[in-house]
């Protein structure tokens, strides 16, 4: 099985309802990588026509459970996989009845097989194209299914900073029946410690912190709503760097260009992550709208993405 760093996923399916084990959530995350691993260099003439082999090596399943459960746990999540219904409409009118995977080996020493269903492909390939980024390392390691919920959700809301859930919101996307104060206790605070102990750690780069919006009466009132503030490593480097005047400047300039919540704008400041980089940068960009070039280019966003493309190395994607 191929190895890469992170894999893609549908906005509509970090806000869809489901209830999926921590288990079960993994052999999909799995997959996603793998086809996204597959496909990144052209889509080969029969994937779409063949089941999806997986084998996840012993080494990495036993990364995953520290208590040995994971045998257990594993051949649960592939019993469940096999029997869920996944139901998707085609673009065409067409529509298609299946199972996520088609079946499970474990070889005892070597590691898990799993067959996933040639139907859910196209679905998969679908998800790699955009949306959010989840890092692998992270969601292959966390243990509660609601930090996992949580951290799709931070990815999600990344270039925005926020997200906001009502209690009766968050427990109809998680499918539970928790009271409120339950809810902040067994589900927010699992989820925020977890996210918190592995930004601590090094293995995740975000977390959330959250606050509540009350009223109604009683003491306090209600909880009306809860607001996740999500703090990410590279919004702290950014406002380190923004002591510089460089910086500053380049940051509102990409702020104008590309608008303020594109991911692009973190892309190109780590593209120009050096100082040099950014004064060089900085004084193009004066130069050419010193000149009077800038505002002469019909496509600004796109003629700006070329230069740092082609002179500081931003990735083409």
Known sequence: MSHIESFKQTN???????????????LIYLALIEVESIVKNGIPDDFFGKELILFIPESQLKKTDQFDHRFRDYRKAI???????????KPDGGWIETGFINGGEYFKGKGL??????????????????FTVLDATVVMTLSSKFS??????????????????TP???????????????????????AQAELMKMY???????????????????RGGS?????????????????????????VFVAQ????TFGKDSPLIDQALEALKTHENVKVFAQRIDDLQTSGKLDRTNNKPGYIRSILQKEFGLDNK
């Open 79 to 89: 019993v469940s996989l096999r029997k869920k219904d996944f139901s998707i409409d």
């Open 113 to 130: 097989e799993v067959a996933v269903s040639k139907y859910v492909l196209p679905y998969l390939y679908e998800l790699t194209k955009r």
């Open 223 to 247: 909880v009306k709503k809860w607001i996740f503030q999500i703090h990410t490593k590279k919004k702290e480097v950014t406002q380190e760097r923004a002591k510089n005047a460089d910086i």
């Open 200 to 218: 601590e750690d090094g293995i995740s780069d975000l977390y959330f912190t959250y606050t509540e919006e009350r009223g109604g009466r009683g």
């Open 253 to 256: 300039f990409l702020a104008q």
């Open 12 to 26: 509509a399916v970090t806000g869809a309802r489901y209830d999926y084990s921590t288990t079960e959530k993994r």
């Open 148 to 165: 996992q919920r949580f951290y799709e959700w931070c990815c999600q809301w990344r270039s925005v900073g926020k997200f906001e859930f």
């Open 168 to 190: 009766d919101n968050l427990r109809d996307t998680l499918m539970i029946k928790t009271k409120t104060g339950d809810l902040k206790i067994y589900v927010l605070e699992v």
